[in-house]
């Protein structure tokens, strides 16, 4: 708690945050119905009786829901229960039973733990399923309900099995906060959970912060709502927390409610207090028996659980070498699924480094089970051996993703033929001598004078070579040249 990565407040106060994260499951289909479990369609396509909550239909629980909720449980750690489902009743325009069916006091993951990159573990308390609500959208005023002309209802998402994950307040800045919530990302993600994109709302995250100073019980937290990206999770708690502390070292009281980001003001806005908020009567689910997953079952996801993004972080890392400042190349690799391409093509004979910023750079838009593993470490070696310029390799890759090939007879084809040094030692001569008073210059002028000419001396090398020459390998004999 007294780590120096925690954010300092005025007053000796530090932050406490837990997280609450919704996922959604990827499931074809919906919690308790056949009704496709689809991002993106027409509003009100994917629906059936049991969506919409029509009198007589009945749920029936769909088991790759339950078996992703174990497969999240077991990358936790979790303990996996008996589980019960219950009824959480509110009246909500987008959620047409009007009571929402979740897990409450017998939730199926429990007592697990998240690590963090940095190595700090982070207690999840459980993690529960539920259904999603459909969603509104209040046409006219400003896109409130109060004030607007109407509401469009779309009930597609209503049903959409969801994973509610609940940290314990073991979250000490807004840079935990985030890397908390990026590291479950990659977890959904690798673990086939959830498609983990904020952008479309498949993984939705709550902000729980108090402060208080050390040693002393924990605050009164609010909650808040509305974060959906990361950044804006990291600003919200350092807004809150700066707010809180503000409040008591004003002399007033903290007060538990939930509050809104505003994403325009960069502030928090309270939405509810505690005192109104609603009582959701729960009671166990009538037309769900209770869930038991037996221990076979259990086991046999167990064996079927993918390496989880720490372990692939650490065989990446170790594949690169100590080079310091890959970490962060290595997360978006691993986030990205395209770490396997990477240890492959430095398998391949590839240097680590121009590998990296190959997959991570020029490759950021292509599949990377579409590239030909030796065809990729065969360019990156040319170009890392000053066969090819940078320029040269980049075209030939793109050549190489749009119609495949082997570098070298594309780099052939193209007439990117390596300007071997013999040759360009004897363009440098030329253009010298074609620049005598530039050369002079050059030759006598401090390190500004030269840096402006080494430009233009690689540009009349280049020039005169069509492009193909190495950029790095002509300042190099320039330098050589002066001080022969
Ligand atoms: P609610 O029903 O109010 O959403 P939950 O039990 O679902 O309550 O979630 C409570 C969340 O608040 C958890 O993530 C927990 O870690 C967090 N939390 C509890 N106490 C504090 C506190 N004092 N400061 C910050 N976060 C807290
Ligand atoms: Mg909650």
Known sequence: MTDDSQAALDGGYVMVIGLEVHAELATRTKMFSGAPNAYGAEPNTNIDPTTLGLPGSLPVLNKRAVELAIRLGIALDCTIQPSVFARKNYFYPDMPKDFQISQYDRPIDVDGHLQLPSGKRIGIERAHLEEDTGKSTHVGGAGRISGADYSLVDYNRAGVPLLEIVSRPDIASAEEARAYAAELRAILVATGVSDGKMEEGSMRVDANVSVHRPGEPLGIRCEIKNLNSL??????????????????????????????????????????????ADDYRYFTEPDLVPIAPGADWIAQIRASMPVLPAERRARL????????????????????????????????????????????????????????????????????????????????????????????????????????????????????????????????????????????????????????????????????????
Do not use: C
Not at 243 to 251: E, S, T, Y
Not at 405 to 412: D, L, N, S
Not at 443 to 458: I, Q, Y
């Open 317 to 484: 890392a170790d594949a690169v070498g100590v080079a310091g400042g890959a970490a962060e190349s290595i997360a978006l690799l691993v986030e990205r699924g395209a770490d396997d391409l990477a240890l492959a093509v430095i398998a391949a004979g590839a240097p680590a480094d121009r590998a990296l910023v190959y997959i991570e750079q020029y490759l950021a838009d292509v599949d990377p089970s579409a590239v030909v593993v030796s065809d990729l470490a065969a360019l990156v070696s040319m170009e890392a051996g000053g066969e090819l310029t940078t320029t040269q390799a980049r075209k030939v890759l793109s050549i190489m993703v749009d119609q495949g090939g082997a570098p070298a007879e594309i780099a052939a084809a193209n007439g990117f033929e390596s300007v071997s040094s013999d040759s360009l030692a004897g363009t440098i001569e030329a253009v010298i001598a074609a620049n005598p008073d530039e050369w002079t210059r050059y030759r006598e002028g401090d390190d500004a004078v030269r840096g402006k000419l080494t430009g233009f001396f690689v540009g009349q090398v280049m020039r005169a070579t069509k492009g193909n020459a190495d950029g790095a390998a002509v300042t190099r004999m320039l330098v050589a040249r002066v001080e022969s």
């Open 231 to 276: 950044r804006s999770l990291g600003h919200a708690v350092d807004y809150e927390a700066r707010r809180q502390v503000a409040a008591l070292l004003a002399g007033e009281t903290i007060r538990q409610e939930t509050r809104l980001w505003n994403e325009q003001t960069q502030t928090t806005a309270t939405m509810r207090a505690k005192e109104d």
